[in-house]
């Protein structure tokens, strides 16, 4: 019978890095410029819906009228993304979009379309009836900020005319407070730190502990790595990613694979390009929704004073659950 997993992370402050001036002077631009914006477009990743809300963001934008888009939606499983409307729909009163810049099928992409429509809806429905709207984009650091607004912009920063919309884009803004470690890890795997900086075998060691709990990603990786069974540790896939004299290397265009850090960060990547399936990492369910949102007053402070080298995490194989 198979063994049943836990993961104990390592403490947030072994995970992420953390950029205070950085970090201010993107949230000072906002603040600077919040009187010329009348709508704000807060891109989350569709892999982490949850755990890519920031709210600093909420804090400086105050009332603005705003539109989520969980971007990315070609790398979320499907059946979270229904759960996750669901739960929007009755926990929060933002309106929402799935969207993706790589659909795909290619060439027309319907995401840009729904976006676009929707904004001019609401730039119609506004009482005021603006002739032009500013709009601002927000969002995490690599949720696609940027990408979804090169697609919409056809010529320069105007995107629509009559009524006219410009669109305003922003440097990515990590969230300070996270609830958990696992919150951490998350935000890390999808990409929105910079991996150098971060504790990327913990990274790595918790998108393994993720894939055993589905048997399609088990399979995946093992023909992926060469393995005959579930890896019940890191280093089994590491070592086997370092062995392989790179067949991984052609297959995904990595280059040369020669120690177990590097392996990591090639794991991962692995993960970043879809290559395992659609994975959603945070729980959209509706008691994961329930619970998420009862505790979104209680963020935790990161402390920043532990240690950062040498802190991991570790899977043990008791119960199926994180902690
Ligand atoms: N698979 C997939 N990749 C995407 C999508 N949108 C953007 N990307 C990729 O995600 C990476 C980051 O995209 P950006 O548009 O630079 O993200 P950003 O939010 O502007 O990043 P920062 O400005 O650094 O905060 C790029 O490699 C994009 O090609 C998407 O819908 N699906
Ligand atoms: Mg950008």
Redesign the pocket.
Known sequence: MASKLLFVPPPVSAILPWFPRHQQNALRLLRDGIHHIDLVLE?RD?RIPLSSANAQFDEILGRRDRVILF?????ANPNMNKMLADGLAKHTSDPFLF?????KNGATNP?LKKILTLLVTKINANPQKLSDMSIV?V????????????SLRHLGVKIHENPNIYLV?????LNPQLKSPIQGLRVALV??TKDALSNELAIAEYLLFRLNQSPVCIETYKKIFNLPDRAENIHEVLNAIVAAKNPIKSEYRFPAINSQAEASRAFINIF???VFGPLTLDDCSPDGMDSWFADSTSAVPRDVSLEREGARGKIIYVGAEER
Not at 140 to 147: D, E, F, I, T
């Open positions: 891109v569709a971007n990315k939606t070609d790398l969207t993706s810049t790589k659909p995401s984009v969002g995490l650091p690599n949720v696609g900020k940027s990408s979804i607004i090169n884009d922003t440097p990515g803004v990409g929105s970043r390009k879809g």
